[in-house]
């Protein structure tokens, strides 16, 4: 009787047992495996790229894969760099290797191609359940095929601390190439100055979309912030102060250098500003010879309206340094040839530290400078530049001179000015003051940034095209966008990052991807999905709620 109930209890523990492994089996056969991201067309990539055709397989990155470049030895950097993009979250410790042909199942093959299509900066993106493949014309595309492969990857890949994984992918082709040749930002380190280490964080912030040039805005009134050995006084007074009285700072020559390496590496151009003949004060205080006469400051104006004509001070005296941010009012002067040796020697020194094409001569704004004197000036600069090798970039303003199609002309609200430009054969470079100044607050309750253009929310700033925006300027006449960050009210990397992000990544696809078919409806979702991608990367981005934020 025992004996038999024993038997029993045994029976019914086996049967529950199997029925229990039954249950088991049948839910991992029938319902749904935790599902492996199969569909790479469905994946959040911005800028937008070309084409996508998803295969429907996973390729998973493991301890055993490792990174084989095939090429020169600059490709050894670039693999190096995306080693060190997905090491710390993985801690898969991946080795950077040459080889020639593909390497072995489960490795990352970046290598060069010859497809005329992909262009200077193009990628295709192979990628198959035993390997991934990046190819590219240009060390320069396989960089940008990097930002996709790192934004297919999930988000915590970005986190520099150890994450669990499987790092799977889905496969499938991506063949990408940008619309236009120049997708810059412009940050003012003049107002407020930033340091090597803010301006290294832009730098690796914006790579992260494809762009491709940072236009540094390195003087102003306010504050000189590149050492230039010949006229030192520019930066050891010049650059002692900045808006709101603060200590200011400057890059000595080595700092740039580095600056520029830091950049190179990540295949962005650095365009250095000096702004010229207008919003020169740090000069005229450092260098009383140069000045041409100030006018009254107008506080609380910040552009766009009349100055008065009272002259402060005596010309050719040294002026106060100035913590406001009144703009318009000081001027170079213009009949002493000691004006053009100052210049001279600037642009000659910024060309030494420069290996990108461009120099920029501001231009803008130079509301205390004679019409006259102002196209005197900007001719003369403009053969300076050319006698260094370089190409000038001048706000709009310089369309007034005798410029020609060896002139880069960066609109800001003027369509007369930038027609002018288009005449006269200048590219131009689109940043609408309305639509792409990351400057302007995003509403009136945005504690930074000015308004006296818009406010820009994320839609607006999305919803714009480069070759419609000015009546009279197609895409045949434009070089590319640029998104201008004036620093009048911020103060520290955090301030940047507020009103870059998320307004800067759709600057990058208006740039980068085709104007057909961008909708701000479905871009708003991938940008909602990088929400986490930005947490990840500690972006102090504003939440608007205009975007559907994933959490
Ligand atoms: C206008 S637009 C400026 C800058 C100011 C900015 C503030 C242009 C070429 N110049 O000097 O910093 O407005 O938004």
């Excluded at 090491?87 to 990352?108: C, E, H, L, Y």
């Excluded at 912030?205 to 006229?231: A, M, T």
């Excluded at 709009?396 to 609109?411: G, L, M, P």
Aim: overall charge neutral.
């Amino acid at each position: 009787m025992f004996q038999q109930l024993l038997l029993t209890m045994l029976h019914i523990k086996i049967y529950s047992i199997g029925w229990i492994l039954g249950v088991l089996l049948l839910g991992l056969t029938s319902c749904k495996p935790p599902v492996p991201p199969t569909d790479l067309s469905k994946e959040n990539i911005i800028p937008q790229p070309i084409s996508i055709t998803a295969t429907g397989n996973a390729f998973v990155l493991t301890d055993d894969s490792d990174i084989f470049v095939e090429g020169p030895e600059e490709l050894k950097q670039i693999g190096q760099y995306l080693a060190d993009k997905l090491n710390p979250s993985t801690r898969f410790d991946m080795k950077v290797a040459s080889t020639t042909g593909a390497p072995k199942s489960g490795n990352i093959y970046l290598t060069l191609s010859a497809d005329p299509q992909l262009g200077e900066e193009g990628y295709e993106l192979n990628i198959t359940n035993n390997l991934l493949k990046l190819a590219a014309n240009k060390p320069a595309g396989l960089f940008r095929g990097i930002q996709t492969l790192r934004q297919v990857f999930p988000a915590k890949i970005e986190l520099s601390t150890a994450q669990q994984g499987p790092w799977k992918i889905p496969t499938g082709v991506i063949r990408d190439y940008p619309s236009y040749a120049w997708r810059g930002s412009m940050l003012d380190v003049a107002r407020h100055f930033f340091g090597v280490e803010d301006v290294k964080r832009y730098i690796d912030l914006i790579s992260y979309y494809k762009i491709n040039i940072l236009h540094l805005h390195l003087s102003d009134d306010q504050g000189w912030r590149i050492e230039i050995k010949s006229w030192p006084n520019l930066t050891k007074h010049g650059g002692s102060t900045q808006v709101g009285g603060g200590k200011g700072g400057f890059y000595t020559q080595e700092q740039y250098a580095d600056l520029v390496a830091y950049s190179q590496a990540r295949y962005i151009t650095i365009v250095p500003e000096i702004d010229l003949p207008g919003h020169i004060n740090s000069a005229l205080a450092s260098y009383g010879e140069l000045n041409g006469g100030t006018i009254v400051p107008e506080e609380g104006r910040v552009a766009l309206s009349k100055p008065s004509r009272d002259i402060l001070g005596a010309k050719t005296k040294p002026t106060e340094l100035y913590t406001g941010i009144a703009v318009g009012w000081s001027t170079l002067r213009v009949e002493k040839e000691v004006t053009f040796k100052f210049v001279e020697d600037v642009l000659r020194e910024l060309a030494a530290l420069t290996p990108g094409p461009y120099l920029h001569i501001g231009g803008d704004e130079a509301a205390a400078t004679k019409k006259k004197d102002y196209i005197t000036f900007i001719n003369r600069f403009k053969d300076i530049v050319k006698a260094n090798g370089k190409i000038m970039v001048g706000w709009e303003e310089i369309a007034q001179a005798d410029i020609n199609s060896e002139v880069v002309t960066q609109y800001w609200h003027s369509q007369k000015y930038a027609q002018t430009a288009v005449e006269k054969e200048s590219k131009i470079i689109m940043p609408p003051s309305t639509k792409a100044y990351i400057d302007m607050s995003y509403d009136s309750t945005t504690k930074l940034g000015l308004h006296w253009a818009a406010y820009i929310e994320v839609d607006s700033a999305y919803r714009w095209n480069l070759a419609t925006h000015v009546k009279g300027i197609g895409r045949e006449n434009i070089l590319g966008i640029e998104a201008p960050l004036w620093s009048e009210t911020i103060t520290t990397m955090d301030d940047i990052e507020f009103l870059a992000f998320p307004r800067l990544p759709g600057y990058a696809e208006i740039g980068w991807s085709p104007e057909n078919g961008r909708a701000w409806d479905e871009y708003k979702v991938r940008l909602g999905n990088h929400g986490p991608r930005l947490t990840a990367m500690e972006v102090n981005f504003y939440r608007s709620s205009k975007v559907p934020w994933i959490k």
